[in-house]
């Protein structure tokens, strides 16, 4: 399940990435500024789309999954072009419940979003398409 998350942050596949959930699962987002507290599926898509959905360059630096006992901890370092505040990185950790191969609970901390140097030639590489649609970075 680990690797399907990680998958559908790289593609910015968020109906691949809601999939990733258990109807009512938890979500809580530890962040430089806030402690977010979400519930289903398509509120977790909902905000890996304003994070990520209309990043330009956006791409997948490093990401890992590793089993931690019962738990999946799950890593994704990414860096994107917000529109207004230029290129940026951030780094995300998470902890997974999952059962019947579906999330049910995600504990993320969030380095925030922070300013970086464009990759050379200022772009990665061109983006793919947002899977669906596009949010507020």
């Excluded at 901890?73 to 419940?97: F, L, M, V």
């Amino acid at each position: 399940m680990g690797q399907q998350l990680v998958s559908a942050v790289r593609a910015r596949d968020f109906d691949a990435l809601a999939a990733c959930f258990a109807a009512g699962a938890r979500v809580r987002i530890l962040t430089p500024r806030s402690l977010r507290e979400l519930e289903g599926p398509e509120a977790a898509a909902d905000r890996f789309r304003a994070w990520f959905g209309d990043a330009d360059g956006f791409e997948l630096l490093d990401a890992e999954v590793t089993p931690v006992a019962d738990r999946l901890r799950i890593r994704w370092h990414t860096r994107g072009r917000n529109p207004d505040k230029g290129w940026q990185e951030n780094d995300h950790t998470g902890y997974a419940e999952v059962e019947k191969g579906k999330i049910v609970t995600l504990n993320v901390s969030c380095a925030g979003f922070r300013p970086a140097s464009a990759p050379p030639g200022g772009r990665s590489r061109p983006d793919p398409p947002p899977a669906h649609g596009v949010g507020a970075w």
